[in-house]
């Protein structure tokens, strides 16, 4: 399998700072760093350039000028790169918006400035000949949420309007990150908490409602959250008072054995799975909250020592013998024997298991999903929006990319440990996996991986403080493809925990996408898009 080695580029997290301070002309020149790196093989060796920006406010040069190093929208400030870098504005950049002055405005510009929001995106186009780094965009968040938790943010999720995140010692906290167009009134300082749990977090994520929450932790629980105020809790007479109590819906029982690494919902979430540490599996169903099955004998085809890290419930697709997927209704419910489990083991291998029966599935394939040179393990998986493209990340840094082939073929006799009867013959369902690409920046590990746009993106971050974006996913063909990245900066080299996306459309039309920091922080990068 081709490795490929990608660059890096780091910037001063905090450059915006620099620009308020040029553009309110408490200076007029201050200089920002750049370094840039790319490992050059397997082993780690890597190469490195330190420059230097010279940012300059130049008040002799006229807006409308279109120079590479400014953009019409803004203030007239320069960027020059040096000691190796090369630094420029990318075009749709800006940190100044301009409105209707308040003392002339009408009602009209009032309800459409409070509807619309004014995303400012400070941009720049940065590249490194020494290091054969191409031009790169690297994008500054437009919204920082900052102290959501204080010890740190363990995982993370969105939907719609609403981030919830889990932190240490069992706190779960929701919290509104942008005005609702169908409230002019929303308080974005108000914040939701959710009480239970009694230890550390290790998933939160919403129903496909987006109104229920569900949560695991080391205190070997899973529970059920609603994102309604808990009318149980008497309201506070302190007027400033924003804090709500979130509802404990449920709390599913009997207890794992061990801390609850995470879980996953079927379909529509009438059933959702849990996993421990140990490769303990629970498959639950919600209604009678009971346990329908429990098993850990998928692990008898494994080494006895490897520990499931990562999870991903994913639908089968199914292939005909032209290559091409069947087709089905989607306004038919599928039942739960349409999908399975892909687990990320302590070895560094991928696993896969069927549902309901909780059975290993052997791939047809002989492709391998273990790395021949690294059993580093696996923390972080993510599924495109159409189940054909699965990305992993590793403690070691390395990203991969596989395709998934479900195919069926009717037969008399058993030769799939993935089967289902069929009158006198046997329907038997196989699954292929073919390796795609494969990755690596730095050593840092992976934390979290999200397939955005459709699947033709994806979003990486990790250890290193250093969330970027693949951009070109849907025309990787081969291990050799090229790879378009955009770097997020921001952070000041505390790692991401998590990464997620979401799209809005309307009059706020906007891509968005959220990293959550260990320093307790969440940013946010909004891009706008015409409706």
Known sequence: MTMNFLPVINIQHDFPEVISDLKNELCLAEDIWISCYRVLDKSGTTKSVHGKVRVTSDTSIDNNNNDQNQNSSMSPINLAGRDGVECRWADHSTYSV????????????????????????????????????????VSFPTQVIKGVQTNGIECMDVAGDW???????????????????????CNLDQFRIGK??????????????????????????????????????????????????????????????????????????????????????RLWNLAESKVVIESDTWSSSTSSESDVLAMKVVEKRFLDRTGTEE????????????????????????????????????????????????????????????????????????????????????????????STSSSENMEIESLSVTIMASWQRMTAAINSLEFIEQGTALLVAGDDGLPYRINNISDIHSPSSVLDIEEFAGFDCDPVSAIRSSSSTGVNCSQNMFAAGKDGHIRIWSRSHSP
């Open 327 to 418: 087709i089905r209704s989607p306004t038919i419910e599928k039942p739960n024997d349409q999908f399975f489990l892909i687990l990320g083991l302590s070895t560094g291998a991928l696993h896969f298991v069927d549902l309901p029966t909780l059975k290993p599935i052997k791939l047809s394939s002989t492709s391998s999903t273990e790395d021949d040179n690294d059993s580093s393990p696996i923390d972080a998986i993510a599924v495109s929006p159409f189940s054909d493209m699965v990305a992993y990340g590793t403690r070691s840094g390395r990203v991969r990319l596989i395709t998934l082939n479900w195919r069926r073929s009717s037969s008399s006799s058993s030769s799939s440990c993935c």
């Open 163 to 185: 981030i919830v995140t889990g932190g240490k010692n069992g706190k779960l906290r929701l919290d509104r990150w942008r005005t609702s167009s169908n409230s002019l009134d």
């Open 98 to 137: 301009s409105h209707t002055p308040l003392d002339m405005e009408t009602f009209a510009d009032i309800l459409t400035r409070r509807l619309r929001t004014y995303i400012q995106q400070l941009a720049v186009i940065v590249s490194c000949q020494t290091l054969s780094i191409p031009p790169t965009l």
């Open 196 to 281: 239970g749990h009694v230890s550390d977090l290790t998933s939160c994520q919403f129903f496909p409602s987006g109104e229920v929450i569900l949560t695991t932790s080391i205190d070997m629980t899973a529970k059920i959250y609603s994102i309604n105020p808990d009318p149980s809790t008497p309201i506070s007479s302190n007027t400033n008072e924003t804090t709500k109590i979130m509802m404990n819906v449920r709390s599913l029982g009997p207890p794992h054995g061990r801390g609850v690494g995470g879980g996953g919902m079927i379909g529509k979430g009438k059933e959702i799975v849990t996993f421990c540490r140990d490769g303990k599996l």
